[in-house]
Structures are given as structure tokens and as C-alpha cells.
């Protein structure tokens, strides 16, 4: 594909400079390999070998062909030969012979075709015959599909380039004989649907890629302190679910009860640009957006999700003058620890959020304001807090508790964000004693992918949220739990929810001007940088510790009674390489579990989870002591 993108005919893809030789490979020759197809052609073989989406399975490729690379990114469509002076013939890489093959599947419909668009456009149509009602209107998806397919298109054909001259243009006008000196690539976008034309040059680039966001966008994108999910969601005005690694149906169970949320954060997105009209460039519909809608993989059903209500978050008087600060725990430097736990001390200082010229917006002015607010405002979007329904006066506003913050407060701030994922799994009943079902039935039954032990299956999801310490490298252990793989991806999807939150409210605070920053006495990069790794759900994610709890559960051996010779009996060293703390590990995981017992009461008390979930927690509270308790790990003290 790359070969593609850089449109000439050679492309040299290694140098060895030690023996003075060069791999290669020849765009003529692949064409001619793939039935003499022209470079548009190829450019069009490649994009619908990887077009991603549920709507492609099946379409191209024949049952008995069915290619993996629908699921690829587009960069990763064509792999490299290896040979000297490699091209099509002579390629003896295993990859690329096997992406060449699937490109031949469909070129040679694509040679009765003509072109990407119409092949793609009649197995639109002919996979909506074969696997649904003949009266079901194949369009509901086409125009979409064609779209994405063509907005593919243009940006490899007009991707931009810097030339000799240093200017940036698009690689068509670059490589064209009489380019226009005049023209603005950079203006408004006009085109949209089916008006994109692959062989006109768009007038500016957020024809291809969308609607143009605020420049900070594109700058926090660029250093990593948003990631590209809810932009993506924004420009396309689309929220598509991919297929998980593991399908399972309380996965997209979960995935219902959150789509509210995640509507809710690119709302908030949307509403601030919309607020900043000089930053919202180009809005299609003549300012109006339409609808954004929901594409799931296991469904043929496009959802609208309905706007959700315009929502300003309020502000938070945590002025570092307040008595509160000198009571937040500290870290290793001396420093507050600003976490979900030690925020909930300014639950009541609540401001409520005005739009009225005459009252300045609060605004904040060093790193420890920052985090401590978005903290307080993903907390108070996610129910954590209330307020009073009556008038009060501008500027001012009551706040307090509700019972999901007075459950987070049983938690140590060590464990704060622990503690809100754990507590949000319980909210969205991921997080249960039942098996986990798959999606799709396994032949003709659908067999569960859990074992059927309450105990086992609370004490290893809910450890597995603690990150072990493990040294680099890969696992090193034959020992996996299907059970915890298909419970990390409802997890994750819940973890990676609320670090979006969290980057978006940092965004639209920094779009509506309330973050004031002095370039001369702040180092601005590194307050960046430190708010990428402060802000919570940073870290990547396992299920290590839950594998290795699983393990030492299973595998006890009730007629050793020695302490020692008991942990010794397991082995774990050899069983786990990677893991370095294997006892303090434990000892911590255990921590966590003692106190979210306390955070599952708090809950079950106030009527939020069912009793029969806090019973079999309590239960699996008895066996986990017991069973820690044997083999010496140093536990927490039982109330």
C-alpha cells in the first residue's frame, strides 16, 4: 500500500549497507502480477482488502476465503518482501505472499467492476440479500460505507507532502504538470457524501477527514495527552464499536449502559467548540449537526443517539489558601496526593457554573488546581456527588456526598482509582459471580466461559484490577484465564471511558479559557507531560494479578500446615518469571479486596446492588482470608 501512497513505480524497502545491496519492489510489476489493474486500481484493492468495519466480512471473499485482513489497519495491508531486489515473483516472505493473494481475490473483481466504489457498492447489495429480508433497504449502510471508502481514498491520493521548496501540498498538485499557485487547499470544506470525487483534489483537507476542530486539539492530540477515540467520534459523528478479542454478552450488555456516558463526553466536546464559533470552521447542514449514531459489530442496525441536553459542569473553589490542603495525604516528594479519594474533601465547595458577562468565570493557575478540579468534575458528571434543586445565589451553590462518593471515601487513596473502576463495574453489573456467556453461540450451543465457582470468579476479577510488578519482557507463563480475558475486555472498556472523561474536561477547560497559565514562571511542556501521566487510568492494564490469585487458590494443599512449606509447595517462581513480588503482591491485592468488602456493604446498605451479590462477597471474603492466612501473607487487620 505504501508503494501506493507514494505514487512512483519503485520503492526501496531495505539497504544493506555491509554488502552494498538493496531490497525493492516495483508498483508495474505488481500490477501486472494482479491482472494488469491500474494504479488506481491497486490503490482501491488495498483500501477494501483492509476496510475495517462488521459490514465488509463476507462481502468480497467467498466463506472458504475469508481474509483476516478485514480486521488490519490500512497501513499494514502489504508486508514487505525480503528477498534482494525483491518484487512480486521473487517476494519469499510468507506475509507478503499472503497479502498478495488476497489482493488477487479481489482484484480480479475488481477488473470486472472497474473500480472500488462500484464492487463495493454491489456486494453492499448482494450480502444484504443473501443475509437479510429482501425488502430491507441495502442503503441504510451504502452511503456510509462509500463515503469512509472514498474519504480513504482521497487521502492517499492527496496526502500531503512537503516538497524541495518546503511547502506543503498535497502529493497530486505536487506531482502534477501545472499545479495552481493560487489555489487554497486550506479553505472551507464543501464536500461531503457522495459528492466526493476521487479524482478532483479536495479544496482543503477536512474534506477527508471531517469537520476542522480548535488548533489545541490537533497540539493535544499530537502529544499525547488526549487520544484520538472521542475526536474521532466528533469529526465522523459516528461511535462505532469494533469486534472485542473476546465476544461476550455481558460485554455488550455493558456496552449499553455506558453509551449514555460516552455521548455524554463527546457532547461535551461538541457543545464547547460550538460555544467558540470562530474555532468551529466548517459545520455541514448549515450549522446544524445531524444525529450521531451508533454502529455495533454484532448487528445490522444503525442506533441514533439522541443529543443529550447542553451540560455545564460546575467549578470548584480549591483555592491552594484553603484549611483543606495541609489535610490531603502526601506522596514520596512531600507533595498533596490528588487522587479520587483525597479530591472528595472538597465536596461541598461546589460553584455553580454561570454565562453571564458581568460575572467572570473561575479560572485556575498551577498544576494541583488543574488535576484537583478535573477530578471533582468526572466525579460530579458521574453521579458522585449532589445538589440542591432550589435558587441560590450566582457564583455560589450547595454540594455534598452521594452514596456512591460516601462508598469511594472506605478506600485508601493508594487504591482511588481502583476503587472508582470497581465501584463503576458494580454500577453497570459487570462485575458479578455469574459465568460470562459469549456473544455468538459455539456450534450450536452456547457454552459459558467461565467456571461455575462464585468464589473463585469475584476473588480473581476483582484482584485482577491491581497492576503486579512485573519485570519487562513477555509473560513467560503457559498459565492464562479465558475467564479474566473475556473480563478484561469489559474492564478496559470501562477503564479507557473514564480516562476519555477525564482528557475532555481537561480539553474544554483549557477551549473555554478557565485554565490561566504564565509562560514566564511555568514550565508549560512539563506540566503537560505531567498531566498525562497524573491524570487517572494512565497505566496499561492486565489481569496478572487475578491469573496468579487464581493459581494459588486452585492449587492448596490442606495437609501441609506449615506456613512455608505450604507457599513453597506452589512454585510460583517458576510458574510466573515474570512476576518479582509475588508475597507483597498478594499481601496488596488483598488490601485492595478488604476494602472493597467495605465499599460492596456501603452499597448493599443503601439499596445500589442486590443482596445476593453482597452475600456471595462475603462469603468469598471468609474463604479469601482463610486461604491467605495459610499461606503467611501479612493481611490487614478484620474488623
Known sequence: MFIGLCQHDRLITRIDFEKGNFEWVCLKEICNGLGGISTSQFIDCCLLVGFRGSFMRGMIYNPDEQLVCAANELGEILEQPTGPHSNVQNASSQNFASSFKDLQVVAKELVQHRTGPNLLEVKVRQYSIEHYSINRPPEQYLDILLEQFLRLKNLVIHHIIINTDCKALPISVHNSTHPDPERNYYGNSQLTGRNIINNIVPNNLFEVIGPRLPNLVYFFLSIGLVSPQVINNVVHNTMIECVPNIDTYEYRELLQKIVPLRTQIAYLLINCVMRNDSFWKVIPHGGKREIMIYIQWHTDKTIALHTPPELLLDDWDVSWKRDLLPKLPKDEHGGPVMNFCSVLQFARYALKSVSMPTVPPKSYTNFGEI?????????????????PPHQKP??????????????????????????????????TSALSFQPLNPGSPIGNDFI??????????????????IPMTLSAGEWGSELVSRDLCAFHVLFKSLYKTLRNL??????VMFLDNRIKLSAADTNILQLFNDLIQRLPFYDNIDTA??????????????????????????????????????????????GFWHEAIKVVAKLEKGGAIPGTLYTHFVEADIFLYNSMNSYGIELPARE
Not at 477530578?375 to 460530579?380: A, E, G, H, R, Y
Not at 455534598?400 to 460516601?406: K, V
Not at 459459558?448 to 484490577?465: A, E, G, Q, Y
Not at 477525564?502 to 480539553?507: G, P, Q, R, T
Request: charged fraction near 20%; hydrophobic fraction near 45%.
Open 394 to 427: 450566582i457564583g455560589t451553590e450547595e454540594s455534598g456526598t452521594s452514596l456512591f462518593a460516601e462508598a469511594l471515601s472506605e478506600v485508601s487513596w493508594k487504591y482511588a482509582e481502583q476503587g472508582l473502576l470497581f465501584i463503576e463495574l458494580l454500577r
Open 371 to 387: 488535576l484537583c478540579v478535573i477530578l471533582l468534575k468526572s466525579l460530579d458528571l458521574l453521579g458522585y456527588f449532589t445538589h
Open 502 to 507: 477525564c482528557e475532555i474536561i481537561l480539553m
Open 545 to 590: 494479578m487475578g491469573i496468579v490469585m487464581y493459581y494459588v487458590l486452585l492449587h492448596q494443599s490442606p495437609h501441609i500446615t506449615n506456613p512455608e512449606e505450604k507457599w513453597a509447595s506452589l512454585q510460583l517462581e517458576k510458574k510466573f518469571p515474570r512476576c518479582v513480588n509475588l508475597r507483597g503482591d498478594l499481601s496488596r491485592a488483598y
Open 448 to 465: 459459558p466461559i467461565s467456571p461455575n465457582d462464585p468464589k473463585m470468579l469475584l476473588i480473581s476479577r476483582v484482584v485482577s484490577i
